[in-house]
């Protein structure tokens, strides 16, 4: 005889603040270290960008006591550290392009950014009380997200860096809108598939052992390719396009169960991504770099050339198995070491063991965000909180990938630890909302007061069932549980 | 500073990364929540029956069957519980009263399913004139009573199968 056992989720702020510890102690210390293998001494300002660094996590640590009691323990300490390394080593960048006279200030704004994103965060936790109330927005999401990733294309607004016209350039400050963009159209995805997933789910044709959708439920997923290929062609940027569309169909897995699904977007991608690399010089020179790095005449071609890509191999094995210590090597040989290649100049200072770690925390994250999305009782938290984590999963496999050479290079940054405002501060969101989702996943659910007259179901179980199981008659509240169609209506 | 110093604070970094992320996954496993499926001796189920409030698991259970006044002996009368013996709650037990029991993917449901295979209201069971019934509610994948398929109020013996979508469930005395 089998029975089945609540656990009940300890809140976990104290954890919380003492996984704190360490991160700061991450942060902190890198920036430290820096200054004491470039300057023989540690940094002046580092008293301010302690106190600075601990008032920003502290701060966030207490909102979450304040709003969110419940909320997953692990995520904000993962995220501090992993910010506060990325800005460790802005920094030793920083300090490397002043001695060959290139006079940056990258760390100074990126801890700005910092500190607007964390604020931000904070204040989508203070405002949104219930991740549900994004769910009327479904739509608004929709047309958010169209207009900000169509924002580069404005003439006059939208700015042209390095052959992708990804980025709009507003008082000085270019910003890429896409980013925000990832988050409006993951809500828009959980509400679209969290109505519409049963259609979707139905069975079609079977080929090959493969059960297939039905032909006329291939709309959706034909509309999102057509405008990731879109993003593709006109603004030049393969990652943000893979992006989109993985995340598409990683929510419709999500959201129906259905591998096919999954070979079919890979199918429809690699489809896309062949034309494109045939027809456009751009994506072909990513595909030649990708494939014949090591080819003098590739290495050498500019634009487009292997020259970045195989510099940071160069230092990452460099940095071999322990690294060669934080400000000890050459990071800055790399170009755009400080936002598309700050794997590759981790992984020279802090070497495999650093990266494996960094990668680890990354896991922890995603893994967090998805636990999330198995405990929360609402079928559009589940998805919105899958998919968001997804795209952190995504993001890191396709810039560490393409670091590493195991698939070509596209343009995304590294969530946290990259330079770049609007990555951070998209991130930033992201994990204000997975702590939104994890707290009412992790919240007992209150006593339902038995209703006079019905039964009274109380069995083995006690009161905090998540998602199905022995529920009062009173239910979970109206929104709970998710629109499913029966199969049978529909026929 | 010296090329030691250098050296110790450079591999010290690298155990502090580690031991944060170790730390973070030891948290992970110290945060479990949900729910686990136990093994559990027959002997202990029957004073659990009651709506009691959450047996506390540091009280051993063999102990708390003890200090309970002898179950009462019913084992005439009938089944007492209906358990949930295959799918995803397999586990779960309700216990019988005088009251119908109505399983399906509705949250009003007292048994909810959430299996794609079951209706919103797909079964009802019921007690009539001493004995259990079961009811399919024109459930899209019908209800089945020892593999038949149940077209109007069928009598159900404790230990006969009860199939609703992917779960079986059993009437147990």
Redesign the interface.
């Known amino acids: 005889m089998a029975t089945v056992i609540p656990y009940r989720a300890r809140p976990g702020r104290h954890l919380e603040l003492l996984l704190l510890v360490p991160a700061l102690l991450l942060g902190v210390g890198a920036y430290a270290l820096v200054g004491i293998a470039t300057q023989d001494t540690v940094p002046a300002g580092i008293t301010g960008y302690a106190v600075g660094l601990v008032g920003l996590a502290l701060g966030m640590h207490l909102v979450l006591r304040w709003r969110a009691p419940y909320a997953d323990p692990v995520l904000l300490p993962v995220v501090v550290a992993l910010n506060g390394i990325g800005l460790a080593m802005i920094y030793r960048l920083d300090l490397a392009y002043a001695l060959r006279g290139r006079e940056t200030d990258f760390a100074g704004r990126q801890l700005g950014w910092t500190a607007l994103a964390v604020v931000l965060a904070a204040v989508v936790l203070v405002v949104l009380r219930d991740h549900r109330t994004l769910r009327r927005y479904t739509y608004t999401a929709m047309i958010v997200a169209l207009g900000l990733i169509a924002l580069p294309l404005v003439p006059g607004l939208g700015a042209q860096i390095n052959g992708a016209q990804i980025w709009i350039r507003i008082a000085g400050f270019s910003f890429q809108p896409a980013e925000l963009g990832k988050i409006a159209l993951a809500v828009f995805f959980a509400g679209y598939l969290v109505t519409n997933r049963d259609t979707l789910a139905l069975a079609g044709p079977k080929v090959l052992g493969l059960q297939l959708p039905r032909p006329r439920d291939l709309g959706p997923i034909l509309l999102v390719w057509a405008a990731s290929l879109a993003v593709l062609i006109f603004q030049r940027d393969l990652g943000t396009s893979l992006l989109f569309f993985g995340l598409f169909v990683a929510m419709l897995y999500i959201a129906t169960e259905r591998l096919s699904w999954i070979v079919i977007g890979m199918v429809l991608f690699a489809g896309g991504a062949f034309v494109a690399a045939s027809t456009f010089a751009h994506v072909n020179a990513r595909f030649e770099a990708w494939l014949n790095a090591f080819d003098n005449a590739v290495f050498n071609a500019s634009p487009g050339g292997s020259g970045q890509l195989v510099r940071g191999l160069f230092g990452m094995a460099n940095g071999g198995l322990m690294g060669t210590g934080w400000g000890e090597g050459r990071p800055d040989l790399v170009p755009f070491a400080e936002s598309d290649f700050i794997v590759a100049s981790l992984g020279e200072e802090l070497g495999l063991t650093g990266l494996l770690a960094m990668l680890l925390a990354y896991l922890v994250l995603a893994q967090r965000g998805l636990r999330t999305a198995i405990g929360v009782r609402d079928g559009f938290g589940k998805l919105l909180a899958g998919g968001l984590s997804f795209v952190v999963a995504f993001q890191c496999f396709v810039v560490v990938g393409g670091v590493t050479r195991l698939i070509p290079l596209t343009g995304l940054t590294m969530p946290f630890l990259a330079y770049g405002g609007s990555s951070l501060l998209a991130n930033w969101v992201i994990v204000a909302l997975l702590l939104r989702i994890s707290d009412s996943a992790r919240r007992p659910t209150a006593a339902v007061p038995p209703v006079p007259g019905a039964p009274a179901p109380v069995a083995v179980l006690e009161d905090d069932v998540p998602a199905a199981g022995v529920a009062g008659p009173a239910g979970d509240g109206p929104d709970q549980e998710t629109e499913r169609i029966d199969v049978g209506d529909l026929r | 500073?010296s090329e030691l110093t250098?050296?110790l604070?450079?591999?010290g970094?690298?155990v502090?990364?580690?031991?944060?992320?170790l730390?973070?996954?030891g948290?992970?496993r110290?945060?479990?929540?949900?729910?686990?499926?136990?093994?559990?001796?027959?002997r202990e189920?029957n004073p659990?029956?009651a709506?009691a409030g959450?047996p506390a698991g540091g009280r051993p259970e063999g102990r708390q069957a003890e200090q309970r006044p002898s179950p009462i002996p019913r084992r005439d009368t009938g089944p007492r519980?209906l358990?949930v013996v295959e799918g995803?709650?397999?586990?779960?037990?309700?216990?019988l009263?005088t009251?119908?029991?109505l399983i399906g993917?509705?949250?009003?449901?007292?048994?909810?399913?959430?299996?794609?295979y079951s209706?919103?209201r797909h079964a009802r069971v019921y007690p009539e004139g001493g004995q259990w019934f079961v009811e399919d509610l024109g459930s899209?994948?019908g209800t089945y009573v020892d593999r038949r398929r149940v077209d109007g109020p069928t009598p159900v013996r404790p230990g006969i199968q009860i199939r609703v979508g992917q779960s079986t469930l059993e009437l147990q005395r």
Do not use: E, K
């Open positions: 500073m250098i050296t604070l450079r591999l970094y690298l502090l990364l580690w031991l944060f992320v730390a973070a996954i948290v992970l110290r945060d479990l929540y949900g729910t686990r499926i136990v093994r559990r001796l027959r189920q659990l029956a709506p959450p519980r358990v995803p709650l397999r586990g779960t037990t309700l216990p009263g009251s119908a029991i993917r509705a949250p009003s449901c007292t048994l909810v399913l959430d299996d794609d209706s919103s899209t994948n």
